[in-house]
């Protein structure tokens, strides 16, 4: 279920290039070409959804699979003792840019309150 | 699972008040008591759990679940054309306060870049 058009349907399947640091048949996880902190890297599914409002029931397993993906790619990063951050935006108020379901996975700095 | 000194596991239990939105065997969801944001919800596993990084394998179920609540609490407050912000901090760094894992919705105003 690709879509043409989708830079991470691309990456996910590819034909783009990017830094690749986890993958699965349902998920994958790279580097965020704008990182925000010393550890930034994106989780997404393989599977083109566009936002988390478009989630279904039957998804809950894949999201908590990106969820639990984040965590391990944490501790690989030797974030578990100091600590990060992870973000879902969804829709235009949050920011999201990149209409393709990704979570932030944000760490190596300390992070502010509110979340942006 | 509840743990005596836990303030989360209160809420859960209703031995101390809260404003909550959402309710089942599994998940509580309640008014953040200093909100960021017009809506800001926290989503909580009604189990102790500490932080992101001590989820097991097993609980990618309950975690998907924390998602798809904060997914329909956006829906029936309006935000699914505007948009939110899904944030889970985990340990110091993230200024995790509470150790009881949290999912905090935030919704009905703009969010910068980057997140906190």
């Known amino acids: 279920m690709n879509q043409a058009d989708c830079i991470f349907c ?3 399947g590819k034909k ?3 830094k690749i640091v986890f993958e ?3 998920v994958m996880a790279f580097e965020d070409i704008n990182p925000k902190a010393p550890l930034h890297l994106l989780v997404i599914p393989k599977r083109h959804i566009e936002k988390v409002s478009d989630i279904a029931d039957s998804d809950a ?3 908590g699979k990106l969820v639990l993906t984040a965590r391990d790619l944490a501790r690989k990063n030797g974030l578990n003792d100091s600590g990060y951050r992870i973000v ?3 829709n235009r108020d949050a920011g999201q840019e990149v209409f393709h379901i990704h979570l932030h996975l944000l ?3 300390k992070f502010t309150w509110p979340p942006g």
């Open 24 to 26: 699965d048949d349902e």
């Open 61 to 63: 397993g894949l999201m």
């Open 16 to 18: 783009i290039p990017s």
């Open 88 to 90: 879902l935006n969804c």
């Open 107 to 109: 760490g190596g700095r």
């Open 10 to 12: 691309k990456i996910a």
